[in-house]
């Protein structure tokens, strides 16, 4: 009998089940409270939700060690804090906003043209626009723009404080038009896009593994008024261990609809939080406003993105245009536009054919992009060089 107890002890530490998620249990997560003395380079707790001035936090981020303990603040925000941060005025200058609107405005545009895009992984058909991959239509749009949107030091910040060097961006451009209905509550990418069937399946240490994998973001593109819709969250639900199997269960979800909190936004402020928080887009319920975001998912250079991405093909396009805008673009910019756009891990590679000469790792197309600008290559040089690099990767 013992042994039946350490084998039942033992499979139920290691097998979450759906059956096992108690209510009572994630309300004594859900129901913490953020407290704004544990923050110091935040500005102010709303709603359990930690707001952070941008300008406050680049400030506190001019030195080494100011930096490091920045990282280290939202990082714990993000993993055992609420779960979510706002940063107010991340974009100062919202025109940079405006041309990617712009930008964005044509390929929906185009979508509704041809019939193509796509739909919503947490919504109904119909209820808004979608852009898939805007982050490589942006840039072969406009890479000139897309440098300095990515340029940001907020975008950059947030991202490494969570995921650390090398991650991957990929972006997805949602327009809730008014009436859009909201999406179900969810957590995102990966355990999130799965069935219970599957989730069961993987151990205990995978479900604390897939939120570190990600981080989730928004830049609006608009102000947001409560009436549009923008993000519902429930803060500290991250925290919840078996959390993508609760929210299968009707209790979890009722609870969520009626303890989540709304923010409103203004156009150039960033949302980001952890992938594991229980959020869902809102209702928009205005008559005239076209609530648009572009939906940041960050991925660790250790996980998988959940979209392809033509690194070399973006890479080759912004180049140009990085190197026109070295005079406007101090040297922490471009580092943050090239790590938004150039593949910056070495792996997984063909090792044959592209060994790590001189290391344990071959070179990354962001060193190559780095190389390059800082010898001025010329444009035909560069990308004949990305794409050498490419063959060498190829099996």
Known sequence: MKSDNLQKLRADRVWLTEDACDLGDFRKLAEKTT???????AEAVEKNILIYDSDKVLAAIASPEG???VLAEICEAFGEGPGVVVFKHAYRDTSVIDRASAIFDEIIEEQHRTATGGGDHFAKAGANDRIWNSLEKHCLADPENFAEYYANAIVAIASEAWLGPSYQMTAQVNRVNPGGAAQSAHRD???GFQSSKVIEQFPAHVHRLS???TLQGAVAHCDMPLESGPTLFLPHSQTY???YLALKRQEFKDYFETHHVQLPLEKGDVVFFNPALFHAAGTNRSTNIKRVANLLQVSSAFGRAMETVNRERMSARLFPALKTMKGNLSEGEIGNAVAACA???????NLDRD???GGLAPKTQAQLMH???QEDWDDARFTSVLAQQSERRRS
Do not use: K
Request: hydrophobic share 35%.
């Open 67 to 69: 930096r490091r303990a």
């Open 355 to 357: 060994p790590p000469v």
């Open 211 to 213: 939120p570190v994998l």
């Open 241 to 243: 261990e078996p959390g």
């Open 371 to 373: 190389e390059a600008l």
């Open 343 to 349: 593949e910056g891990y070495s792996f997984p590679t």
């Open 35 to 41: 407290a704004l003395a544990d923050y110091p380079t």
């Open 189 to 191: 990418y990966h355990l």
